[in-house]
């Protein structure tokens, strides 16, 4: 599974944002799908996971009420929409998908994208 983000930039605090994955090759793989982020000098973070079967999801408690994932079945794509920016959340997003079930945090998942940067000022 091939995965691309897109829909990064620079923002101003409370601001929104967009981002987007495709999945290429080998896309019956993905059973699950997710986000997550990491700041230069900090740990990954898992932010938010979807079913792609059932469109269950599950969110860290740090973007809770503030992103929301979702997939849009017609454009094959999974979105992570932002909103509310904070400083704080300034990183590297990346997607990531497993074919496994939907537990655990999306950085163990086996499959994930080159990512995409993310900086709120």
């Known amino acids: 599974v091939q995965l691309v983000e897109s829909g990064g930039g620079s923002v101003q605090a409370g601001a929104s944002l967009r981002l987007s994955c495709a999945a290429s090759?080998?896309?019956?793989?993905?059973?699950?799908m997710g986000w997550f982020r990491q700041a230069p000098g900090k740990d990954r973070e898992g932010l938010a996971v979807?079913?792609?079967?059932?469109?269950?999801?599950f969110y860290a408690d740090s973007v809770k009420g503030r992103f929301t994932i979702y997939r849009d079945t017609a454009k094959d794509l999974v979105y992570l929409q932002m909103n509310s920016l904070k400083p704080e959340d300034t990183a590297m997003y990346y997607c990531a998908a497993t074919r496994r079930a939907c537990v655990g945090s999306p950085i163990y998942f086996d499959y994930r994208g080159q990512g995409t940067q993310v900086t709120v000022s």
């Open positions: 090759r080998y896309t019956y793989k993905r059973n699950c």
């Open positions: 979807l079913w792609i079967g059932g469109a269950q999801t």
